[in-house]
Protein backbone atom coordinates (compact mmCIF):
# COMPACT_ATOMS: atom_id res chain seq x y z
CA UNK A 1 0.00 0.00 0.00
CA UNK A 2 1.28 3.59 -1.03
CA UNK A 3 1.74 6.74 1.74
CA UNK A 4 -0.13 8.72 0.17
CA UNK A 5 -3.46 9.56 2.06
CA UNK A 6 -4.73 12.01 -0.12
CA UNK A 7 -6.08 12.55 -3.77
CA UNK A 8 -7.61 14.91 -6.01
CA UNK A 9 -9.51 14.25 -9.17
CA UNK A 10 -12.20 15.61 -11.05
CA UNK A 11 -15.45 15.29 -10.30
CA UNK A 12 -16.38 11.58 -10.98
CA UNK A 13 -19.34 10.44 -13.28
CA UNK A 14 -21.24 7.42 -13.45
CA UNK A 15 -21.80 5.59 -16.82
CA UNK A 16 -24.49 3.33 -16.17
CA UNK A 17 -26.40 3.26 -13.12
CA UNK A 18 -30.23 2.61 -12.38
CA UNK A 19 -32.16 5.54 -11.01
CA UNK A 20 -35.43 3.58 -10.76
CA UNK A 21 -38.60 5.89 -10.46
CA UNK A 22 -41.06 7.37 -7.90
CA UNK A 23 -40.39 6.92 -3.50
CA UNK A 24 -37.07 4.53 -4.53
CA UNK A 25 -35.90 7.40 -6.89
CA UNK A 26 -36.07 9.82 -4.56
CA UNK A 27 -34.67 7.71 -2.12
CA UNK A 28 -31.68 6.95 -4.18
CA UNK A 29 -30.48 10.29 -5.96
CA UNK A 30 -29.11 11.85 -3.55
CA UNK A 31 -26.18 9.26 -2.92
CA UNK A 32 -25.46 9.66 -6.78
CA UNK A 33 -25.65 13.41 -6.53
CA UNK A 34 -23.78 13.49 -3.60
CA UNK A 35 -20.76 12.58 -5.53
CA UNK A 36 -21.18 12.11 -9.05
CA UNK A 37 -21.64 14.86 -11.62
CA UNK A 38 -23.53 13.62 -14.19
CA UNK A 39 -24.79 9.73 -14.63
CA UNK A 40 -26.14 7.93 -17.44
CA UNK A 41 -29.46 6.46 -16.52
CA UNK A 42 -30.82 2.69 -17.07
CA UNK A 43 -33.83 2.99 -18.66
CA UNK A 44 -35.58 -0.27 -17.74
CA UNK A 45 -38.64 0.81 -15.56
CA UNK A 46 -41.73 -0.50 -15.81
CA UNK A 47 -42.95 0.37 -18.73
CA UNK A 48 -39.36 1.38 -20.24
CA UNK A 49 -38.25 4.42 -21.68
CA UNK A 50 -38.90 3.59 -25.08
CA UNK A 51 -39.46 6.90 -26.88
CA UNK A 52 -37.35 10.09 -26.23
CA UNK A 53 -40.50 12.05 -25.11
CA UNK A 54 -40.51 9.32 -22.57
CA UNK A 55 -37.17 9.90 -21.94
CA UNK A 56 -37.57 13.57 -21.43
CA UNK A 57 -40.41 13.41 -19.33
CA UNK A 58 -38.66 11.05 -17.37
CA UNK A 59 -35.45 13.34 -16.97
CA UNK A 60 -37.61 15.98 -15.46
CA UNK A 61 -39.04 12.88 -12.63
CA UNK A 62 -35.23 12.92 -11.91
CA UNK A 63 -34.61 17.31 -11.96
CA UNK A 64 -37.99 17.39 -9.44
CA UNK A 65 -36.65 14.47 -7.24
CA UNK A 66 -33.21 16.38 -7.29
CA UNK A 67 -31.90 18.25 -3.78
CA UNK A 68 -31.82 22.10 -4.50
CA UNK A 69 -28.82 23.19 -4.47
CA UNK A 70 -27.80 20.14 -6.75
CA UNK A 71 -26.50 20.38 -10.08
CA UNK A 72 -26.54 16.94 -11.35
CA UNK A 73 -27.55 15.68 -14.99
CA UNK A 74 -28.87 13.16 -15.79
CA UNK A 75 -27.90 11.65 -19.38
CA UNK A 76 -30.99 10.01 -20.48
CA UNK A 77 -30.99 6.82 -22.74
CA UNK A 78 -33.50 5.32 -24.69
CA UNK A 79 -34.44 1.38 -24.41
CA UNK A 80 -34.34 -0.38 -27.85
CA UNK A 81 -37.50 -2.27 -28.86
CA UNK A 82 -37.98 -4.23 -32.17
CA UNK A 83 -40.18 -1.36 -32.78
CA UNK A 84 -38.13 1.78 -31.85
CA UNK A 85 -38.10 4.63 -34.93
CA UNK A 86 -34.96 5.18 -35.95
CA UNK A 87 -36.49 8.73 -36.93
CA UNK A 88 -37.13 9.38 -33.02
CA UNK A 89 -33.72 8.50 -31.91
CA UNK A 90 -32.15 10.75 -34.43
CA UNK A 91 -34.64 13.63 -33.42
CA UNK A 92 -33.89 12.89 -29.65
CA UNK A 93 -30.45 12.60 -29.93
CA UNK A 94 -29.95 16.39 -31.76
CA UNK A 95 -32.60 17.89 -29.26
CA UNK A 96 -30.77 16.51 -26.23
CA UNK A 97 -33.42 14.36 -24.80
CA UNK A 98 -31.22 11.15 -25.41
CA UNK A 99 -27.82 10.39 -25.52
CA UNK A 100 -27.40 6.69 -26.08
CA UNK A 101 -29.74 3.85 -27.14
CA UNK A 102 -29.74 0.44 -24.71
CA UNK A 103 -29.86 -2.96 -26.04
CA UNK A 104 -31.21 -5.85 -23.85
CA UNK A 105 -31.40 -8.87 -24.92
CA UNK A 106 -34.86 -10.18 -24.59
CA UNK A 107 -35.24 -11.90 -20.93
CA UNK A 108 -31.72 -11.22 -20.49
CA UNK A 109 -32.08 -9.57 -16.92
CA UNK A 110 -34.56 -6.65 -14.77
CA UNK A 111 -37.39 -5.76 -17.16
CA UNK A 112 -36.01 -6.51 -20.27
CA UNK A 113 -38.94 -8.28 -21.74
CA UNK A 114 -39.97 -5.57 -23.99
CA UNK A 115 -35.98 -5.81 -25.45
CA UNK A 116 -35.01 -7.06 -28.83
CA UNK A 117 -35.38 -10.92 -29.65
CA UNK A 118 -33.92 -10.08 -33.07
CA UNK A 119 -30.67 -8.10 -33.60
CA UNK A 120 -31.29 -7.53 -37.47
CA UNK A 121 -34.92 -6.27 -36.10
CA UNK A 122 -32.91 -3.00 -34.71
CA UNK A 123 -30.18 -2.43 -37.73
CA UNK A 124 -32.11 0.46 -39.13
CA UNK A 125 -31.73 1.75 -36.01
CA UNK A 126 -27.95 1.39 -35.44
CA UNK A 127 -27.71 2.41 -38.92
CA UNK A 128 -28.72 5.99 -37.90
CA UNK A 129 -26.98 5.63 -34.79
CA UNK A 130 -24.01 4.91 -36.68
CA UNK A 131 -24.41 8.46 -38.85
CA UNK A 132 -25.27 10.65 -36.08
CA UNK A 133 -22.45 9.55 -33.42
CA UNK A 134 -24.68 8.13 -30.86
CA UNK A 135 -23.30 5.26 -28.33
CA UNK A 136 -25.13 1.70 -28.20
CA UNK A 137 -25.03 0.64 -25.16
CA UNK A 138 -25.10 -3.23 -24.29
CA UNK A 139 -26.29 -5.87 -21.90
CA UNK A 140 -23.55 -8.53 -23.29
CA UNK A 141 -25.32 -11.84 -22.60
CA UNK A 142 -27.14 -14.57 -24.37
CA UNK A 143 -30.30 -15.57 -23.14
CA UNK A 144 -30.11 -19.52 -24.41
CA UNK A 145 -31.52 -21.87 -21.79
CA UNK A 146 -29.14 -24.61 -22.91
CA UNK A 147 -25.77 -21.93 -22.45
CA UNK A 148 -24.60 -21.72 -19.02
CA UNK A 149 -25.23 -18.33 -17.39
CA UNK A 150 -21.28 -18.55 -16.79
CA UNK A 151 -20.65 -18.16 -20.36
CA UNK A 152 -23.66 -16.07 -21.45
CA UNK A 153 -20.95 -12.98 -21.80
CA UNK A 154 -18.30 -14.76 -24.26
CA UNK A 155 -21.09 -16.38 -25.97
CA UNK A 156 -22.54 -12.88 -26.74
CA UNK A 157 -19.76 -11.73 -27.96
CA UNK A 158 -18.80 -14.46 -29.98
CA UNK A 159 -22.34 -14.82 -31.37
CA UNK A 160 -23.73 -11.31 -31.63
CA UNK A 161 -21.41 -8.60 -30.59
CA UNK A 162 -18.84 -9.62 -33.09
CA UNK A 163 -21.31 -9.50 -35.77
CA UNK A 164 -22.59 -6.13 -34.75
CA UNK A 165 -18.98 -4.69 -34.72
CA UNK A 166 -18.34 -6.23 -37.64
CA UNK A 167 -21.46 -4.69 -39.71
CA UNK A 168 -21.42 -0.94 -38.16
CA UNK A 169 -17.48 -0.99 -37.82
CA UNK A 170 -18.30 2.79 -37.10
CA UNK A 171 -20.75 2.62 -34.06
CA UNK A 172 -19.50 3.73 -31.24
CA UNK A 173 -20.47 0.66 -28.73
CA UNK A 174 -20.41 0.34 -25.12
CA UNK A 175 -20.55 -3.18 -23.52
CA UNK A 176 -21.81 -2.59 -20.08
CA UNK A 177 -20.98 -3.85 -16.58
CA UNK A 178 -18.07 -6.85 -18.31
CA UNK A 179 -17.42 -9.81 -16.29
CA UNK A 180 -14.87 -11.55 -18.27
CA UNK A 181 -11.66 -11.72 -19.54
CA UNK A 182 -13.64 -12.17 -22.87
CA UNK A 183 -15.04 -8.87 -22.31
CA UNK A 184 -11.68 -6.81 -21.65
CA UNK A 185 -10.10 -8.93 -24.38
CA UNK A 186 -12.59 -7.95 -27.09
CA UNK A 187 -12.75 -4.13 -26.43
CA UNK A 188 -9.03 -4.40 -27.11
CA UNK A 189 -9.09 -6.14 -30.16
CA UNK A 190 -11.48 -3.54 -31.68
CA UNK A 191 -10.88 0.32 -33.08
CA UNK A 192 -11.35 2.99 -30.45
CA UNK A 193 -15.00 3.41 -30.83
CA UNK A 194 -15.61 -0.07 -28.82
CA UNK A 195 -15.64 0.72 -24.72
CA UNK A 196 -16.77 -1.11 -21.60
CA UNK A 197 -17.75 0.36 -18.46
CA UNK A 198 -16.73 -1.76 -15.26
CA UNK A 199 -18.85 -2.08 -11.97
CA UNK A 200 -16.74 -1.64 -8.71
CA UNK A 201 -18.19 -4.80 -7.25
CA UNK A 202 -16.95 -6.95 -10.47
CA UNK A 203 -13.49 -5.25 -9.21
CA UNK A 204 -13.97 -7.03 -5.65
CA UNK A 205 -15.91 -10.17 -5.75
CA UNK A 206 -15.82 -13.29 -7.45
CA UNK A 207 -18.54 -15.77 -7.54
CA UNK A 208 -17.43 -17.17 -4.32
CA UNK A 209 -19.06 -14.14 -2.44
CA UNK A 210 -22.39 -15.34 -4.29
CA UNK A 211 -21.93 -18.71 -3.47
CA UNK A 212 -20.08 -19.81 -0.31
CA UNK A 213 -21.45 -20.20 3.12
CA UNK A 214 -24.58 -20.29 2.04
CA UNK A 215 -26.39 -18.27 -0.78
CA UNK A 216 -25.72 -14.27 -0.42
CA UNK A 217 -28.25 -12.82 -2.10
CA UNK A 218 -26.88 -9.31 -1.52
CA UNK A 219 -23.77 -10.51 -4.34
CA UNK A 220 -25.68 -11.33 -6.47
CA UNK A 221 -26.40 -9.25 -9.90
CA UNK A 222 -26.11 -9.68 -13.43
CA UNK A 223 -23.90 -10.40 -15.73
CA UNK A 224 -23.03 -12.43 -12.76
CA UNK A 225 -19.44 -11.85 -10.91
CA UNK A 226 -17.20 -14.88 -12.70
CA UNK A 227 -14.32 -16.63 -11.19
CA UNK A 228 -11.48 -14.72 -9.97
CA UNK A 229 -9.04 -14.94 -13.01
CA UNK A 230 -11.55 -12.73 -14.66
CA UNK A 231 -11.99 -10.44 -11.67
CA UNK A 232 -8.50 -10.08 -11.87
CA UNK A 233 -8.46 -9.08 -15.54
CA UNK A 234 -11.07 -6.43 -14.99
CA UNK A 235 -8.71 -5.28 -12.11
CA UNK A 236 -6.10 -4.82 -14.95
CA UNK A 237 -8.00 -3.50 -17.18
CA UNK A 238 -10.00 -0.99 -14.97
CA UNK A 239 -6.42 0.23 -13.41
CA UNK A 240 -4.26 0.40 -16.68
CA UNK A 241 -5.29 3.85 -17.78
CA UNK A 242 -6.78 2.76 -21.22
CA UNK A 243 -8.93 4.81 -21.85
CA UNK A 244 -11.66 2.78 -23.28
CA UNK A 245 -12.46 1.41 -19.96
CA UNK A 246 -14.52 3.64 -17.36
CA UNK A 247 -17.05 3.41 -14.51
CA UNK A 248 -20.59 2.27 -14.58
CA UNK A 249 -21.80 1.50 -11.07
CA UNK A 250 -24.44 -0.63 -12.08
CA UNK A 251 -25.76 0.48 -9.05
CA UNK A 252 -29.21 -1.05 -8.90
CA UNK A 253 -31.65 -1.21 -5.96
CA UNK A 254 -33.74 -3.48 -4.42
CA UNK A 255 -36.02 -3.86 -1.53
CA UNK A 256 -33.74 -6.50 0.83
CA UNK A 257 -37.30 -8.37 0.97
CA UNK A 258 -36.95 -9.03 -3.46
CA UNK A 259 -33.59 -9.75 -2.64
CA UNK A 260 -33.85 -12.27 0.43
CA UNK A 261 -36.40 -14.24 -1.28
CA UNK A 262 -36.90 -17.47 -2.77
CA UNK A 263 -36.49 -16.11 -6.39
CA UNK A 264 -33.79 -12.95 -5.47
CA UNK A 265 -33.91 -10.13 -7.97
CA UNK A 266 -30.24 -8.96 -9.64
CA UNK A 267 -28.39 -6.19 -8.78
CA UNK A 268 -26.11 -4.08 -6.23
CA UNK A 269 -26.90 -0.66 -4.33
CA UNK A 270 -23.25 0.60 -4.24
CA UNK A 271 -23.55 4.33 -5.15
CA UNK A 272 -22.64 5.29 -1.56
CA UNK A 273 -19.02 3.47 -0.87
CA UNK A 274 -17.89 3.15 -4.83
CA UNK A 275 -15.41 6.13 -4.67
CA UNK A 276 -14.21 4.28 -1.13
CA UNK A 277 -13.86 0.88 -3.18
CA UNK A 278 -12.49 2.38 -5.97
CA UNK A 279 -10.19 4.04 -4.34
CA UNK A 280 -8.77 1.01 -2.45
CA UNK A 281 -8.67 -1.10 -5.24
CA UNK A 282 -6.39 1.28 -7.47
CA UNK A 283 -4.47 1.49 -4.42
CA UNK A 284 -4.02 -2.20 -3.87
CA UNK A 285 -2.75 -2.64 -7.28
CA UNK A 286 -0.24 -0.03 -7.20
CA UNK A 287 -2.26 2.60 -9.73
CA UNK A 288 -3.85 5.42 -7.85
CA UNK A 289 -2.44 7.90 -10.33
CA UNK A 290 -4.99 6.26 -12.87
CA UNK A 291 -8.36 6.47 -10.82
CA UNK A 292 -9.24 9.50 -12.27
CA UNK A 293 -9.21 8.23 -15.66
CA UNK A 294 -11.01 5.79 -14.49
CA UNK A 295 -13.91 7.69 -12.97
CA UNK A 296 -13.61 11.02 -14.46
CA UNK A 297 -12.26 11.45 -17.66
CA UNK A 298 -12.04 8.41 -19.99
CA UNK A 299 -15.91 8.19 -19.75
CA UNK A 300 -16.44 11.34 -20.44
CA UNK A 301 -13.65 11.49 -23.69
CA UNK A 302 -15.87 8.34 -24.98
CA UNK A 303 -18.79 9.82 -24.79
CA UNK A 304 -17.72 13.44 -26.82
CA UNK A 305 -18.20 15.31 -23.44
CA UNK A 306 -15.61 17.89 -21.69
CA UNK A 307 -14.81 16.78 -18.59
CA UNK A 308 -16.03 18.01 -15.14
CA UNK A 309 -14.25 21.20 -13.76
CA UNK A 310 -14.93 20.55 -9.92
CA UNK A 311 -12.80 18.56 -7.89
CA UNK A 312 -13.22 16.02 -5.52
CA UNK A 313 -10.85 14.94 -2.61
CA UNK A 314 -10.20 11.44 -1.44
CA UNK A 315 -8.85 11.15 2.26
CA UNK A 316 -7.76 8.10 3.57
CA UNK A 317 -7.74 7.99 7.46
CA UNK A 318 -8.29 5.63 10.26
CA UNK A 319 -11.69 5.33 10.86
CA UNK A 320 -13.84 2.51 7.85
CA UNK A 321 -17.03 3.62 6.21
CA UNK A 322 -19.75 2.01 8.20
CA UNK A 323 -21.70 -0.05 5.48
CA UNK A 324 -23.65 -2.35 8.12
CA UNK A 325 -26.54 0.27 8.47
CA UNK A 326 -29.15 -0.45 5.84
CA UNK A 327 -31.19 2.44 4.21
CA UNK A 328 -34.54 3.31 4.86
CA UNK A 329 -36.24 3.55 1.20
CA UNK A 330 -39.47 3.60 0.63
CA UNK A 331 -41.11 1.74 3.34
CA UNK A 332 -39.04 -0.92 3.18
CA UNK A 333 -34.79 -1.88 4.11
CA UNK A 334 -32.39 -1.63 1.81
CA UNK A 335 -28.62 -2.96 1.90
CA UNK A 336 -25.86 -1.05 0.84
CA UNK A 337 -22.72 -3.05 -1.15
CA UNK A 338 -20.08 -4.72 1.67
CA UNK A 339 -16.64 -5.32 -0.04
CA UNK A 340 -15.95 -7.47 2.68
CA UNK A 341 -12.51 -5.34 3.68
CA UNK A 342 -12.76 -2.08 5.80
CA UNK A 343 -13.29 1.23 3.35
CA UNK A 344 -10.47 3.78 4.86
CA UNK A 345 -10.90 6.32 1.92
CA UNK A 346 -13.77 9.02 2.12
CA UNK A 347 -15.06 11.69 -0.04
CA UNK A 348 -13.75 15.20 1.60
CA UNK A 349 -17.15 16.86 2.39
O1 LIG B 1 -27.88 -6.82 -11.61
C1 LIG B 1 -28.52 -6.16 -12.42
N1 LIG B 1 -29.55 -5.38 -12.03
N2 LIG B 1 -28.20 -6.26 -13.71
C2 LIG B 1 -28.96 -5.70 -14.67
O2 LIG B 1 -28.63 -5.86 -15.82
C3 LIG B 1 -30.20 -4.96 -14.31
C4 LIG B 1 -30.16 -4.48 -12.94
C5 LIG B 1 -31.52 -4.04 -12.44
O3 LIG B 1 -32.18 -3.26 -13.13
O4 LIG B 1 -31.92 -4.45 -11.34
ZN1 LIG C 1 -27.52 -2.15 -15.24
Redo the contacts with the bound molecule.
Sequence with gaps: MSDIKQLRIRQPDDWHL?LRDGNVLEAVLPYTSAHFARAII?P?LVPPVVTSADASAYRQRINRALPETDTFQPLMVLYLTEQTDPEDVRAGYANGDIVAAKL?PAG?????AAGVKNIEAVYPVLEVMQEIGMPLLV?GEVVDAEIDIFDREAVFIERTLSRVQARFSGLKIVM??ITTSDGVEFVKSCDRNVAATITPHHLVINRNAMLVGGIQPHY????VAKRETHRLALVEAATSGDSRFFLGT?S???LDGAKESACG????FNVSVTLSVLAHVFEAAGKLENLERFTSLNGAGFYGMAANEEMITLVKAGDELDVSEKLDVAGGKMTIFDPKFPLLWKVKA
Design positions: HMNYATTNSHEHYCLPDAPHCAGI
